[in-house]
């Protein structure tokens, strides 16, 4: 194992029936690991995960403690959290979907216990899907609140209306802007600073729309209702004001195709899950400069 | 009205002789409204607004809350912005152009109390005015200490010095920073991520400085004592490092003039007020790719 | 003095050799001084810096206050910090030097103090210290938590093995991301919004490697494992992937060398210390346009 | 209606079948009242009050908030109360009865939610309820934590072991301290500082048994396995040491019974429901002075 | 100066014409000179003392902070104290009253600022005198919500409508009780524990008047509407239920008259003032025994 | 075993040459065996005592988090805490002292953990140490804080300058007053509501002198500079203005030597270690009745 490099012992997670409770029992043995090695944490660990009976509580907790104001209190809001969690399976395996996206995406992600409890883009997400579904059964004045304590505390920023799919990697999240009529699909990979903004004052649709597995590079910036499609890379730091054809990448500000415009080079992995964000850019940045 | 829309029921609110008591009873009759429709909210409803008997005890309240820590304490900041807000009525005045702003010009604002409660952008432009009303009586240490809770709260970093109209809209907000010298003028709207920075070590006036009703989009740097004209539109993710002339768009990294330097294209619009990112800019885009 | 200077009155500080006793004398001057003229401030000094014996029981203070949560209490931080600061003095004196670097580079720091309590850089470069040496002793999901805290109090988010030099400049810091693998030397200046970041989801040595000296400007993302040149200048909103010889300037995005690849032109200042952002620059953008 | 005298409108209420979804009902409506005519009170009642959809969600909510520290969270609590209350109707069913109680007996009850927000003896031994309901499943370190807690907060000391009855009024109730194997009976009225306590360092059956109906005046002490009889008046100020018979008035330092221990008199009313503190104490009193 | 005596090397302060404002300035220099003499606790007393500008803030800041909990936040408390205290002249002259009384009569006390910050009797009381106005103003919910908050974190349980005079001591205070129709008058002190109580569960007249300058001992239960006529003393732990003539004394269980009920002795000092709790009482005592 | 008995397997602790280091292994084991059994309370138990490598680290943190208040921080009074007891070791060996007092004479404490954790009279008497300590070392003002703060958390009321001895159990607690001259031996066992106090106004030495071996009853009231002899016996609610001889036992209010005044009945044990409350006594009453 190269220096640096720190990974828990657990062989790589299969996607068996029960994978969403195998998760969970994942993140209780790494959690009881690092109690014991790590008595200073232990109470952190103790409250956060292991005294509860599943993740949806943990969540629940955790996310209320997190996002708690003087004026909303930890009670109210982990009372919505369990309620919505409890009800709805789909929240919970969007979860686990999202845990195994940055457990095999971050090399930086040691353990499932880690982004629970540590990645602001995952706990961003999972508390979007709650403010999303109150969203729909109109509970919408609630519905902004909680988008106000998620963008305040996490300084993520995903109007509660945006729909988002699973298997969703924030990737360091801070400034992560998501528009009020953007979709984003399914096995996305979004860095820090991304904006999926809109354009003019009026309302409508006019937000971007992610195709599943797509790559978004640090601080790109997609205004408008245009369409990212399936598997395509946008490059860190790009401006993108028009659609991007599946599989190619964009790069620059403003956003251009790599291999050009008329006929641009199509890659063959999906950058949402390879992570690469870099090849086929460089070369043509040499080539640039 | 199309699908994924929510908005009050209001008609466009009037600019009265009485404009900011229309809106502070606005604002008390959303609140009423939401309160009834979600007692989950109510509480939280009626300690931020419906318990106070004016705007101005509305925002101190809000906006203690808010920005106080363990050292900080809410009392005292709650103390200090009443204090402000009673004996400078321009501050509320001020307030208002800001929340017709944000109602104005972002469809996602879907009520006066949404932008009060929410925003962001809203409350730490509101308590920046606060903190630049210290700057100038000399309690500079204090305005500081508000500067950077401010900065922590809200991931919104403004110099307690920089002059900033009214009608402002900082829409998302997060990561925006403005310079000590910077001077921004009225019916401004500025995207998050927006830097107006200086450069160098020395002191001086050494910040950019906007003119009335700029657009400046998501993730632009501007950096320098340049002049943003009247009415101009800075794209996305541009970087500014000189003067922009009034009523053009600027665009890129570095930034060029849209229809170029000799002879930019000139519009009609007011962007800060029209929020028009884009028009102008793809063609363009297109064109260069 | 210009218009809207504001500086405490103080001879610069010289390097003598009980240094860091200076500095921490000078802190307590100035905060006695602002206590005295300011009393709704006084709590505030008092217990931060002015009923602490030493500089870092005040640093372990108020990071512990700062960062602490309902989960991770302030007494268990102020402990941690406390003994990691006792136990090595060389995180003193990277405090020490840090803070000169603020209050020589940034002409917006008034003082030390002022940079003490109230720069999120300077804290979360303190606080990422103590992380990186926890890290260093294996343990690394303490180190991992503290990390967590860091990002979401101040929105700066550098992984705990991550290595940093002295004498560092995190000016505004908001949405700084530093990656697992990344260098940083000695007297480095970097702006808000920067990324070193990784690119690809294998492990192993991935994030760049900053020289000393270098300035990186806002916004500015250097994706891979690069090596930026020491005194090499990054402008504002650069996207950079490959290496930056020393002393060179590389702009826009993708970035290229001011002067050309093949020569790029050389400056003789060490721009982390100048902080001299834009000039070369601007011609360029002028000429470019 | 004298002066000084303050009484919601409502008729008395009658035990119907759904008594307890009566009383429920009238505490919504006794809240809403309060929060139309006090808006500064308003967010205190819905968020402990109006917001919840049941008694025991309100109760659980409500203690979980006064009960929590910064070592028991209020998350935890609320959890703990919740799932206690939700699984055993008799708590939500004594809980009523106490409420009757305190309304019924105490001329300073101006309401249900006047009881059910504010008297601390109500409060703590709701709480109790749900240590002694641990104590017995032997979850024995928990019940032990939330008595400590009981006791901080209300300085109401019941042992988690303690048995209590049904309709209880704790008047005042600072300071009352109850054994581990006492026992009280139903309808009984105990003011504040009272006490039933053991003798002896020896474990075992060592602490007073109430029986129903018994009314015990402030500042009482009564001590070992003795038994007060039903519907028995123990006079202000008491040290009881021995049996007293039902429905017998014992009073004094050591305690005599009135009328004489050979042929005590006999009262015809409950105290422990009528609160005749004094009746037939004070000619006495007089006699002997 | 005998050993184990502290005070202040203040003259006994006069009462001239601005009494108060000499108290309030004796007050800060106090708290200045604890300040300087121990850092540890500068903080501390700037935020309750030295920052305020009247001794109503700085009250109102206080009682603020010590009454306030997760549902009634300390912001809104204070601004009801500080209203309350702004608009009336006689909550502030009583305050000072109270702190002379402190002063003057408890030689434990050794500073007015003693006093003001760490007596929870003269705290309650103060606080006590807020509610008590909210309830004539028929603001009743809100009084009886304050007196609830005081009854839980000071353990001193005045009921609201209680009027008491001014020059009071309540030394100690924990579990003082007082009922809704009790009266006393100015310059008395009353110890720990004692309860001024009801009987029985009508409405109407029901509790103790107590005359001026009365001191009642620790433990002493008085019930009824009875009558302790000026200048009396009861005995510690005495158990009143009859009325007692002036300036007599009263003690034992059930009270006794010293001096018998037909010529009960007459001291010529102010127990309420002299605070000789036990001069006329032990010799009895030993008589007896 | 009897039903309703619940303690901890251990064998009686002997004192043997590391007794303390015994003790605090001990306390670590029982919490260890807790925080198993019942994962609600292992964060609490993890936080307060098993993430501590000393019971003065864990006496420290819990009382600075007891005692705490908005400004009083917790990292504050853990950093008095912690200075005091490691810089005075009899303060450690006084603390354990007290622990084995508490399990050796109060059947209901069933262990040591139980005891540092939730017993208020213990922590009380801990935190007096340390603000006694504090007042011998003239810092008054910090030494009467603190003892405001000790008073308003656990309703125990104990003069800072008060002399304490060892092994003390304070049972209950809550209601206790100790004056500023009193003085306490070792070994004494003292119930709630029992004070030591005064008389007049006037400083110097008047307060109770309490032997070794003593044990004082639950609301027993001790007024003046009078001695309570070495294992004198104290009955429940009694007052007490004279000596009382050794081995004696003083009951009633005003109190009389059991046996009479001449040749008191004098009893063998030791009454502060046996507890023995009530033999000799109730006969007594008996026979008065």
Known sequence: MPAGEFRYPS??????????????????????????????????????????SSLERSLSF??????????????????????????????????????????VRDPACVSFSHCLLNYK?????QAHRVAHKLWNQSRRPLALALHSRISDVFAVDIHPAARIGKGILFDHATGVVVGETAVIGNNVSIL????????GKAG??????????VLIGAGATILGNV?????????????????VP???????NPARLVGGKEK?????DVPGESMDHTSGISEWSDYII
Do not use: M
Not at 192 to 199: A, E, I, M, P
Not at 246 to 252: K, S
Not at 264 to 268: I, L, T, V, Y
């Open 11 to 52: 062989s790589p997670p299969p996607e068996t029936e029960d994978d969403e409770g195998w998760v969970w029992n994942q993140i209780k043995e790494e959690a009881r690991c690092d109690a014991e090695s790590e008595p200073a944490l232990a109470s952190y660990l103790y409250s956060t995960i292991l005294s509860h």
């Open 62 to 103: 955790h996310l209320g403690n997190k996002l708690c104001s003087s004026t909303l209190l930890s009670t109210l809001l982990y009372d919505l959290f369990l309620n919505a969690f409890s009800t709805d399976p789909s929240l919970r395996s969007a979860a686990v979907a999202d845990l195994r996206a940055a457990r």
């Open 121 to 125: 883009g995952f706990l961003a997400c």
């Open 192 to 199: 820090h600073h991304v904006t999926l903004g809109g354009t």
């Open 204 to 213: 409508g649709d006019r937000h971007p729309k992610i195709g599943d597995g």
């Open 227 to 243: 369409r990212i499609g399936e598997g395509a890379k946008i490059g860190a730091g790009s401006v993108v004001l028009i659609n």
């Open 246 to 252: 599946p599989r190619t990448t964009a790069v620059g």
């Open 264 to 268: 641009p080079a199509k890659h063959e």
